[in-house]
């Protein structure tokens, strides 16, 4: 059974940071490309990034220069620095595993203050 977990969510101030960490489990994580997504309220899921199988990395525009994602195959974590967070990236934040098949995590809420 395929599990995402994330957590690291929270309340911060604009131009703050936060690392959401996303720990999968059902599946062979080195060999599976991960992304993160987000979607804010009456808006519709949104790519943030995403890093392959070989630690190739790409974003969304409206992230690029302030977030990073990485991963640690050894502990089946993917991770996602953000940093300059802006109110406009408040939003639940998913963890997304394509094996084939994309899996999704349960979200975790991050709200970012003005």
């Known amino acids: 059974q395929v599990q995402l977990v994330e957590s690291g969510g929270g309340l911060v101030q604009g131009g703050g940071s936060l690392r959401l960490s996303c720990v999968a489990s059902?599946?062979?994580?080195?060999?599976?490309?991960m992304g993160w997504y987000r979607q804010a309220p009456g808006k519709l899921r949104e790519f943030v990034a995403r890093?392959?199988?070989?630690?190739?990395?790409n974003y969304g525009e409206s992230v690029k220069g302030r977030f990073t994602i990485s991963r640690d195959n050894a502990k089946n974590t993917v991770y996602l620095q953000m940093d300059s967070l802006k109110p406009e990236d408040t939003a639940v934040y998913y963890c997304?595993?394509?094996?084939?098949?994309?899996?999704w995590g349960q979200g975790t809420q991050v709200t970012v203050s003005s």
């Open positions: 997304a595993a394509n094996t084939g098949r994309v899996y």
């Open positions: 059902g599946i062979i994580f080195s060999s599976t490309d």
């Open positions: 890093i392959t199988r070989g630690g190739s990395a």
